[in-house]
């Protein structure tokens, strides 16, 4: 069973940085992406960053320039730099990797910018 575990939530000032972590563990499979989504309150949760197993990246516009997606294979975590945060940003963050036969779902962190 895939496990993902997220850390590095928090509040943070606007202008402010954030690291948010995420591990995964119970596959040996190659996955196909692994990124971070993100749901606000009333809205439908968006991909904000992923990145595939060859390395290649895909950003959301609002944070192009502001987020940074890298992985370490050997720890099997990826981690999404937030950098100028802003209080849109705010939001609930997921962890996502994707299989071809299925996606699993990380418990989600919290990360609050105040203006």
């Known amino acids: 069973q895939v496990q993902l575990v997220e850390s590095g939530g928090g509040l943070v000032q606007a202008g402010g940085s954030l690291r948010l972590s995420c591990a995964r563990s119970g596959s040996t499979f190659s996955f196909s992406y692994m990124g971070w989504y993100r749901q606000a309150p009333g809205k439908q949760r968006e991909l904000v960053a992923r990145?595939?197993?060859?390395?290649?990246?895909d950003y959301a516009d609002a944070v192009k320039g502001r987020f940074t997606i890298s992985r370490d294979n050997a720890k099997n975590t990826v981690d999404l730099l937030m950098n100028y945060l802003k209080p849109e940003d705010t939001a609930v963050y997921y962890c996502n990797v994707h299989y071809p036969w299925h996606d699993y779902w990380g418990q989600g962190t919290q990360v609050t910018v105040s203006s």
């Open positions: 990145i595939s197993s060859s390395g290649s990246t």
